[in-house]
């Protein structure tokens, strides 16, 4: 039997939304009246809620342009377009970008139509930073596209290294944090190892294009972009360096360890202890916060390798107690926003306040502790993102930083009234409030003392004090030239984290005194996994907890706060509230790239004008899919097939149209279809319409004395459909379907006969017959359902979560019948990494017409429903039950138990399949299979292979059985 479906086209995101059988959703909460301000190079698209935030970032985008243009001595050839986003949480939502973004990425430049994609983050000097990566990115498409070149092509150390060093000017302490302790562990990648994936691009590329324009010259860059030489990115950095890929090598690690110093990992104290240690503690345990007498911790953490999870541990032994939050299979949490954000504990230990975002709205969540039930929850549908909550010492108010129009302030929540009360209004960026044990007090990060918001120039961030009652904020003392992050009080003094010689570490500020104490000595750096990432708490008992990048982790440390720091390093300072203009106390690392320095203090230039228009919603020619040729044959005869597809759509994708059309050797084998889909709102909708031809072919010999006669039968369909769908996703896990349409069915079938020679093989005579292929029929369908998914896929199959498919379709007209589904899966991990996985499904015709032959068969294949069966005896199955039991062991890959490499993906499974197919007569075939087999995941196409054992009609012996697709 064979079967060939000529569909063709690859519907969009948005358009397959409401086709797709399963996935998540990305949900469109708000509706985003887009404008466009012109600028003199650029486009800037923004909504009305950000627009002075946008004025600014107009602003910095042209200042921008003068750096890099000057930099890569390249004028852009296109306006490259600039959408902007208030906050992640909104960033989240953009239709520009197909899939959902998580909390790692914080901008993107597409590479097809040069759209720079951004949302605000807490500062808008970082703002500025993020803006300057994508825009370098910008610029390298335009030199690129101009040279008949693609920067697709090109590695990402090559492009993001790139873009960090251009708009960074040098080795960042974050960088130098992950420099140091590559040179520490004598672990450095060559050039051609770079494109490992276990070598992070942005971090190593940023030190590779340091080390290269210090030594090669400021203009490197731009040559090697411009180079034609074969070899790709190292071809290129060999051309226009003439020295090869090994000697480069080897020259920029020997900077390297020559910068840095080689030291041998310094063993800790027994009064440190390490927070979740030894096997399966995961590379990524950060946000620290201590209960009040410093007895537990709750942290986030990445251990059990399918999302970050917030964990309780005993702080005296670092063991952990329990997970309290679990996100990969929980639909309850979008995001813990784990780079910007960390909880906190209420004085008396009883409750425990952190911050999400719930349907794409700022939630703070209180959890009863140590249980993690949810007492409360409070949504801030005026808010766009909240970080860092922390408490009153009465336990009565919750303080924190919130994100809305593209900048931050400082908020308090009054919880037994309900209040929200605004503390901070500007600009400013100000983040991680503290509350003095007194309670009249707020100490917080803010750049409004190192900041010039009329000339958008940016400084370090220091610490600040805003009085409760009053809303006065006044400058605290600081160490010059440094960033001052993570608050906290302990008694009359703050500790933070500061990056003093270029390694951040735990300091100590007796706010009277003004006296600056040096707490810790990590020789990589006590960082969280951005430079401002909250990695430190205290508790009121004297303890201390931060999480330290070590040996390519970020581990977290408790240790007791010194008894008496007279013995820690005290910082020779002013502890004056005033900019003394003083230097670092040692010089950095690397030199500052002279076009990020020259332009460091650099106002940004006014906008000529600040007029902006409506955002066009016309189309245009948005991609191009591969056209394709081929040709064969088979028991269905020759064929021949050509066929190409482009897609339309409007700068933001809220409305697409993609059309696919394939030719044949015949009429009936043209195939069309196109749909339009509109996403502007939560609502997303879509029209299909086209011509689609289905063949169905068997064949069969027939012996009769000395003769041997093939026949074979050729069923053809035209399907002629018009339906309109639409989606709405209540959350990223469910969503509704509708759907409703006119279908019409033309029929034809053929007697193919081939007479053959039992003694020779000779081909004595042939013929086509055309048979009756049956009465066209029109339909009428309609369709509704309900789909559920928090599946979490490992590297071949989902291993944690559940599914469920609720659906009824009516059909009417020629035929009149409904089908329903049922289709229910249920993922468990009894032990990591190995999972079990389940599956029930029911569907069914039922009515009048469910058994006509005319309808497309209900079961094409069961290779994905019970292996080891040819479906050429079910083909009229109305009705269908299976249930599938497997057991999933990831081998080979990022989970597998012989190698955590990141080789190619592969699980073993043990599986056990049953199925009963009934026709609309009501006789029933009941087919069972056990077996084993492999899954493998090679760029993504999923191949298994199975050893099968058939059980029905009676058992019998192993055969192999072959399938494309990822498990159930």
């Known amino acids: 039997m064979a079967i060939t479906l000529a569909i063709l086209v690859s519907l969009s995101a948005a358009a397959s939304a409401s086709a797709q059988y399963f996935g998540r959703n990305k949900v469109q909460v708000e509706s985003f009246d887009f404008r466009v301000l012109p600028t003199a190079h ?49 960033f989240r939502q953009t239709t520009v970008v197909d899939g959902l973004l ?40 335009d030199i690129l596209k101009r040279a008949g070149r693609s920067i697709a092509l090109l590695p990402l150390w090559f492009t993001e290294g790139m873009a960090e060093y251009l708009s960074v000017g040098t080795l960042d302490p974050n960088t130098q944090m992950w420099m140091r302790d590559g040179v520490d562990q004598d672990r450095l990648p060559t050039l051609a190892e770079l494109d490992h994936p276990k070598w992070f691009p942005y971090r190593y590329g940023q030190a590779l294009w340091v080390y290269l324009s210090g030594r090669f010259g400021e203009t490197l860059a731009a040559r090697a972009l411009v180079s034609t030489a074969k070899g790709g990115a190292i071809g290129r950095l060999t051309a226009v360096t003439g020295v090869d890929a090994a000697v480069l090598s080897r020259d920029w690690h020997a900077s390297l360890k020559e910068t840095f110093g080689r030291h041998e990992p310094v063993a800790h104290t027994t009064s440190i202890v390490t927070v979740g240690a030894g096997k399966g503690a995961g590379r990524v345990n950060i946000a620290p ?58 004085q008396d230990g009883r409750r425990f306040a952190l911050a999400s975002i719930q349907r794409g709205h700022p939630v703070v969540t209180i959890l009863d502790m140590p249980g993690g039930d949810v007492l409360r929850e409070r949504t801030f549908p005026d808010l766009d993102q909240i970080f860092s909550p922390a408490w009153s010492p009465d336990g009565t108010r919750l303080a924190f930083s919130a994100m809305r129009g593209g900048t931050s302030d400082l908020y308090e929540l009054d919880l037994e009234h309900d209040a929200l009360r605004r503390l901070t209004a500007d600009a400013y960026a100000d983040l991680q409030p503290a509350w003095s044990p007194d309670g009249r007090t707020i100490a917080f990060v803010s750049d409004r003392y190192t900041a010039s918001l009329p000339s958008l120039t940016f400084g370090e961030y220091r610490l600040a004090a805003l009085d409760v009652e009053t809303g006065v904020a006044r400058a605290l003392p600081f160490i010059p030239n440094v960033k001052h992050i993570d608050p906290q009080w302990l008694g009359g003094a703050l500790y933070f984290i500061a990056d003093a010689n270029d390694v951040s570490n735990v300091y100590r500020l007796d706010v009277a005194t003004g006296a600056f104490q040096q707490i810790t000595d990590a020789r990589e750096g006590v960082s969280g996994i951005t430079a401002l990432s909250p990695a430190l708490s205290v508790s009121r008992g004297g303890r201390l ?23 820690t390093n005290n910082l020779s300072t002013t502890g004056d509230t005033e900019d003394t203009g003083a230097k670092k106390v040692l010089t950095s690392a690397s030199p500052v ?74 009429v009936t084998d043209f195939a069309v279809q196109t749909a339009y889909v509109n996403r502007q709102s939560r609502w997303n909708w879509a029209v299909v319409g086209g011509q689609i031809p289905i063949v169905i072919g068997d064949s069969r010999f027939v012996a009769s004395g000395e003769a041997m006669t093939r026949e074979t039968q050729v069923a ?58 049956g009465r066209a029929v029109m339909l009428i369908d309609s369709a509704a359902a309900l789909v559920y998914d928090t599946s979490v896929f490992g590297s071949t199959a989902p291993v944690l979560g559940t599914r469920y498919r609720l659906e009824a379709a009516s059909t009417v007209g020629d035929l009149s019948f409904v089908t329903l589904t049922a289709d229910y899966r249920r993922y468990l991990m009894p032990i990591k990494p190995v999972s079990i996985a389940f599956r029930i499904e029911h569907v069914g015709r039922y009515g009048t017409g469910a058994g006509d032959p ?20 079910v083909l009229t199955t109305a009705r269908m039950t299976v249930a599938n039991a497997e057991v999933r062991v990831p081998i080979v890959g990022p989970f597998g138990r012989l190698s955590g490499s990141h080789a190619l993906p592969i699980d073993a499974l043990l599986f056990a399949d049953a199925g009963a197919l009934d026709t609309a007569t009501r006789t029933r075939t009941m087919l069972r299979s056990v077996g084993a087999g492999v899954r493998l995941n090679a760029g993504g196409f999923v191949f298994e292979f199975d050893a099968v054992r058939l059980l029905d009609p009676t058992p019998q012996g192993w055969t192999l059985a072959v399938n494309f697709h990822p498990g159930f």
């Open 289 to 346: 916060a201590l209960s009040p007498d410093g007895t537990q911790i709750v942290f986030l953490s990445e251990r059990d390798g399918y999302s970050i999870d917030v964990f309780l541990a005993d702080a005296s032994t670092g063991s952990v107690i329990k997970k309290l939050v679990s996100t990969a299979a929980d639909p309850h949490f979008d995001s813990l926003q784990f780079l910007e954000s960390a909880g906190a504990w209420n």
């Open 102 to 141: 998580p909390d790692g990425i914080g901008g993107c430049t597409d590479h097809n139509r040069g759209r720079v994609v951004l949302p605000f983050t807490g500062g808008l000097g970082e703002t500025d930073h993020v803006l300057g990566h994508e825009l370098v990115h910008a610029f390298q498409r």
């Open 593 to 666: 790239s002279p076009v990020v320095e020259s332009s460091a203090s650099t106002p940004a230039p006014p906008l000529t004008s600040v007029d902006s228009k409506p955002y066009p919603r016309k189309m245009s020619l948005s991609g191009l899919g591969q056209p394709y040729l081929s040709a064969g044959g088979g028991m269905l005869g020759g064929f021949f097939r050509a066929g190409m597809s482009f897609a339309l759509s409007d700068l933001l994708e809220q409305r697409q149209l993609q059309t696919a059309v394939q030719v044949g050797g015949s």
């Open 716 to 773: 053809r369909q035209i399907h002629r459909q018009l339906s309109g769908m639409a989606m709405y996703p209540v959350s990223a896990a469910r969503r509704f379907e509708v759907s409703a349409g006119a279908h019409a069915i033309a029929f034809d079938r053929e007697l193919a006969t081939q007479v053959y020679s039992a003694t020779t093989g000779r081909l004595l005579r042939e013929g086509k017959d055309r048979m009756p292929g």
């Open 545 to 567: 907890a931060f999480s330290e990048y070590e040996r390519g982790a970020y581990e977290i440390r408790v240790m007791s706060v010194p008894n008496s720091l007279s013995s």
């Open 854 to 873: 005319r309808l497309i068969p209900l079961v094409w294949t069961l290779r994905d429903l019970v292996r080891g069966y040819d479906p050429r005896d």
């Open 42 to 90: 650029f486009d800037i698209y923004y909504y009305p809620a950000e627009r002075d935030a946008a004025l600014d970032a107009a602003r910095m985008a042209e200042r921008w342009y003068d750096r890099l243009s000057k930099a890569l001595d390249h004028t852009l050839v296109e306006r490259p377009p600039i959408i902007l986003y208030a906050s992640h949480a909104h």
